[in-house]
């Protein structure tokens, strides 16, 4: 009879799908579930998942199996040669059409002496003080008090914990009132993500039957700054280069050596600088090879509601990389970034000396239209044309008398990068459900700066990805103080619940 009453208040009917919930119902089901939200919140980030720790890893795999097992979810680990992933799984009678879910449960390392806060792990909830400083206020005062901009502060708030409590939280409400999608669901679970997911691929390949959906639907990273509905229709793929030069076998008195031993400090600066030109653009012949835009591609990138003086304020950039016009624009290149740079000692440790080595680690950001092998190949003709012999393990004597400059470079591929079209049937569908939880097109993402490993589901099982990202832009995640704004948290239970109860057909 409750259920009857509620159905009947709302003027819907939800059982056959004949009427799906409006913006109004789900926001009453939200308002309803949303608390107990919080406390699957609190308890998933209470257990600590960084990928390099297998204990830590174990224990949130178990929390996931139980919380879907005890909804009653199938759940099975898909072994690989490191990290299982886990696939849960709930069927629909009559379904037609099945949608795979992913998210990732592990989080970036944590360096609790930079934490504003007694335990990353322990979420704690906070407002902004007039001075702009975020400070703890009793978690009891959601009982009496709602803020949207208040925020939880905890190790993998927003990426990527917060998004599951939410997706469970929406099951939840939707569950107690009898609603269930049209449509079969399953959710991959990745539990190395931050560390590249480097089993992933492999998995996807072995485990295609068991994975095989009609589309599939990542819940990870963050909404436009705009901190509007979003959705992203692709990510950038990524790979890795690490370069060592070589100075003398053994690092040498700046005085006694100086002016005769070459330092690989300036070597290796040398060589990177010669990489880019003044304005920021990759200066290696051929590297933006293949990326043009037509005129609706280029309406697509000017319709993202930017406001790059605001970026560029928050940066503290008076000056950007001309890669692109835009910054959407320039994220639909693939990048050369030094992610790193080292050789011999700073600070207190500091001493006159001339280096043996200097090393950079670099980092490519892909798009569709670049081929990470095809831009190695270009970055090793022109290292060679800058007088370098390239090696792949530390040089030999003979190598060192043979050679003036030697590089040792190693490269890696983590994963490609992916994009789906904006009109697809995907797109289409994800538009109204979108539209009708918050009344508006969302703002669409052609492709994201950022890279998930979404490209080996998509080239295995052969279809659609698309991104619905939820938590705030300014969530400070890979970094100390992460955090999740009390309204996107209400906003991501709404926007999954539209999503579970638009008829897919």
């Given at each position: ?32 579930q ?28 178990q ?22 992933l ?93 609603i ?26 072995k ?6 959906a ?76 293949g ?81 990470p092998n ?16 390239i ?9 060192r ?16 990068a ?6 697809s ?13 918050f ?5 669409q ?17 052969g ?17 100390p ?25």
């Amino acid at each position: 009879m409750k259920k009857y009453s509620f159905l009947l208040a709302l003027g819907l009917g939800f059982q056959s799908f004949a009427q799906t919930p409006d913006q109004s119902a789900l926001e009453q089901l939200t308002d309803k579930q949303w608390q107990k939200g919080l406390e699957l919140l609190k308890e998933i980030v209470s257990i600590p998942n960084d990928a390099f720790y297998p204990e830590q890893v174990e224990n949130n795999i178990q929390w996931c199996e139980e919380q879907f097992q005890k909804r009653g979810w199938t759940s099975e680990r898909l072994e690989t040669d490191g990290t299982p992933l886990l696939l849960v799984g709930k069927t629909q009678a009559k379904a037609e059409k099945t949608a795979l879910f992913y998210f990732h449960v592990d989080g970036q390392a944590v360096d609790r002496s930079k934490w504003n806060q007694p335990d990353p792990y322990t979420a704690v909830l906070k407002s902004q003080s007039t001075n702009g400083n975020w400070e703890i206020i009793p978690m009891e005062k959601l009982n009496s008090e709602y803020n949207p901009d208040w925020r939880i502060f905890a190790r993998s708030s927003s990426d990527d914990k917060g998004p599951i409590a939410m997706f469970l939280t929406g099951w939840d409400a939707l569950t107690e009132e009898g609603i269930s999608p049209n449509y079969n669901v399953k959710i991959i679970l990745d539990f190395e993500e931050e560390q590249g997911s480097p089993q992933l691929p492999a998995a996807v390949v072995k485990y295609k039957e068991k994975l095989a959906a009609d589309l599939m639907l990542i819940m990870d990273g963050p909404r436009h700054t705009s901190n509007e509905p979003t959705l992203s229709y692709g990510a950038r793929g990524i790979s890795e280069m690490i370069l060592t030069t070589y100075g003398p076998k053994v690092p040498q008195h700046s005085g006694h050596y100086g002016n005769y031993a070459p330092n690989p400090g300036f070597l290796l600066a040398q060589l990177l600088a010669s990489m880019k030109d003044e304005n920021g653009r990759v200066s290696i012949p051929g590297y933006y090879d293949g990326i043009e835009f037509t005129d609706s591609e280029k309406a697509i990138l000017d319709a993202v509601p930017d406001d790059e003086d605001a970026i560029k304020k928050r940066l503290g950039l008076g000056r950007t990389d001309q890669v692109g016009q835009s910054y959407q624009e320039s994220i639909q290149y693939p990048s050369l970034n030094i992610r790193g740079m080292a050789s011999a000692w700073v600070g207190p440790e500091a001493r006159t000396i001339i280096p043996a080595t200097a090393m950079a680690e670099l980092d490519v950001r892909l798009v569709p239209e670049s081929d990470p092998n095809r831009l190695f190949s270009l970055i090793e003709d022109h290292i060679r044309k800058q007088g370098f012999h390239i090696v792949t393990e530390d040089p030999t004597d003979e190598e060192r008398m043979r050679y003036p400059k030697i590089v040792k470079m190693h490269k890696s591929i983590s994963y490609q990068a992916f994009r789906t079209s904006m009109d697809s049937e995907a797109g289409v569908w994800l538009r109204k459900a979108m539209n009708r939880a918050f009344g508006k097109d969302p703002v669409q993402i052609r492709i994201s700066g950022g890279s998930i490993p979404i490209s080996p589901f998509v080239d295995a099982l052969g279809i659609p990805a698309v991104t619905i990202p939820t938590v705030n832009a300014d969530n400070n995640q890979h970094s100390p103080n992460e955090n999740l704004r009390l309204g996107n948290y209400k906003e991501g239970i709404l926007t999954i619940m539209s999503v579970l109860t638009e008829p897919l057909n």
